[in-house]
């Protein structure tokens, strides 16, 4: 018959080896979230956008590449060579959303990176995260979707940007930009006409830093294409994006919830839309969809995804 000490003896053993299993499944956990920062992935998403026979002939589709959250360190050379080949992809339009940066040495990464990209038509607006770096967060906070203000450490926006601006991509921040794009590859014989954009963008709504009004009013009727830029998918700005006629409002912000639930289910979106919009494609009105994208990054302070790898998106443009 097992003595009191015996039992104890059991007990302890029995607690240490659970403690043990625990910490090696914890670790285990760890180790695999920190592997997915780096699992880099390509999407491809068909939007109906186009009345039927209004594509131009010669255009299969209008291809627009959607990057976004690159939260980019100097030393981050598997993120820097999964964007140098994005050009591959051969978009007609590439569009980035913001939050480039992940510290102030990142900015000549990024440029280096987006390299041959620049040299396609693009346009861009920025979030917090290009004007302030990154702060300290608990995780269990920010599973809780509480907001957190920016830190008050500056990083060097300007320079990227007159980077973006001197290679020919459009700054969109409250600002209305009208442009034309052939589609890339084709030669000029083989296509009717180029495609008329007509971009508008907010700077980052999640820190009340948008100013609708400076863009307010009905997107030009004469564009083939109306798409509207918000680095966070606010529901405030999404409405009077719908209510000017723009038949696309492209954003990131959510890293698609970045710790998420097996199935890539979301747990928060940290802004204002609902969990089965943080990610991908979705309508967010009879008349103009969203796209909103994984992201490429993640805050220095978080080097974990779950069930939810960083991404681009091919966007094809096509006929109802």
């Avoid at 608990?138 to 509480?146: H, V």
């Avoid at 014989?189 to 307010?216: C, F, M, N, T």
């Avoid at 004469?222 to 409002?249: M, N, T, W």
Wanted: contains cysteine.
């Amino acid at each position: 018959m097992p003595t009191d000490q015996t039992s104890k003896s059991r007990v302890v053993t029995s607690l240490l080896g659970a403690t043990a299993g625990l910490a090696m499944t914890g670790l285990a956990t760890a180790y695999l979230a920190n592997r997915e920062i780096r699992q880099f992935e390509m999407h491809e998403v068909t939007v109906p956008v186009f009345e039927p026979g209004a594509l131009p002939e010669g255009w299969g589709s209008v291809r627009v590449l959607h990057i976004s959250d690159l939260h980019m360190l100097a030393e981050q050379k598997a993120k820097e060579a999964f964007l140098a080949g994005l050009d591959t992809t051969n978009p007609d339009l590439v569009i980035n959303t913001g939050d480039n940066l992940g510290s102030k040495d990142g900015v000549p990464t990024v440029v280096r990176s987006l390299n041959d990209l620049m040299d396609r038509p693009g346009a861009f607006v920025f979030g917090s995260n290009d004007y302030f770096a990154p702060r300290p967060v608990n995780p269990f906070i920010y599973l809780l979707g509480k907001k957190r203000k920016p830190s008050e450490e500056k990083l060097p926006w300007q320079g990227m940007r007159a980077a973006f601006v001197e290679r020919g991509w459009h700054d969109a921040t409250h600002q209305r930009v009208e442009f034309t794009i052939a589609p890339a590859g084709v030669a000029e014989s083989d296509y009717a006409r180029e495609i008329k954009l007509a971009i508008a963008g907010v700077d980052d709504p999640h820190h009340q830093l948008d100013d609708y009004d400076a863009i307010a009013g009905p997107a030009n009727p004469d564009a083939d294409l109306k798409i509207g830029l918000s680095h966070s998918p606010e529901p405030h700005i999404l409405d009077r994006f719908a209510a000017d006629g723009y038949q696309i409002v492209l954003s990131g912000h959510t890293h698609g919830g970045q710790l998420c639930l097996p199935g890539g289910k979301t747990i928060v979106t940290n802004c204002g839309i609902d969990r089965g919009r943080a990610k991908g494609l979705s309508r967010w009105s009879e008349r103009m969809w969203l796209h909103v994208t994984n992201g490429l990054g993640n805050s220095k302070y978080v080097p974990f995804r779950t069930f939810c790898r960083p991404s681009a998106t091919l966007l094809h443009f096509v006929e109802k």
